[in-house]
Nanobody, 127 residues
Framework: QVQLVESGGGLVQAGGSRRLSCAASGRTFSDYAMGWFRQAPGKEREFVAV????????YYAPSVKGRFTISRDNTKNTVYLQMNNLKPEDTAVYYC????????????????????WGQGTQVTVSS
């Protein structure tokens, strides 16, 4: 498994922006499709975005499409989530996750498909 550490969470006003980072170590980062999930209080964890091993393919949840952008830098072993036009309903703990993927185009979207998880970072959007 790859070890994942998120950072960049915090308090932001509605309409603002925030960039989350997830640093990976321990395995070959470019072998992993990387995703972001989030979990709000009292709610189930939900998929946010995913990016394929080399970054050629991405997929977003409808609730964030057009506002969030996932990217990765395989030279820095890091995946990012740029969040723009944040809304109070985006408030959640955000987790990054990795899937050791045999396919360069794989974009898994279910939590059960991911092998490794970070500890999460809190994002709070005030109205």
């Amino acid at each position: 498994q790859v070890q994942l550490v998120e950072s960049g969470g915090g308090l932001v006003q509605a309409g603002g922006s925030r960039r989350l980072s997830c640093a990976a170590s321990g395995r070959t980062f470019s072998d992993y499709a990387m995703g972001w999930f989030r979990q709000a209080p009292g709610k189930e964890r939900e998929f946010v975005a995913v990016i394929s091993r080399a970054g050629a393919s991405t997929y977003y949840a409808p609730s964030v499409k057009g506002r969030f952008t996932i990217s990765r830098d395989n030279t820095k072993n890091t995946v990012y989530l740029q969040m723009n036009n944040l809304k109070p309903e985006d408030t959640a703990v955000y987790y990054c996750a990795g899937q050791l993927s045999p396919s360069s185009s794989s974009t898994p979207r279910q939590g059960k498909d991911f092998d490794s998880w970070g500890q999460g970072t809190q994002v709070t959007v005030s109205s």
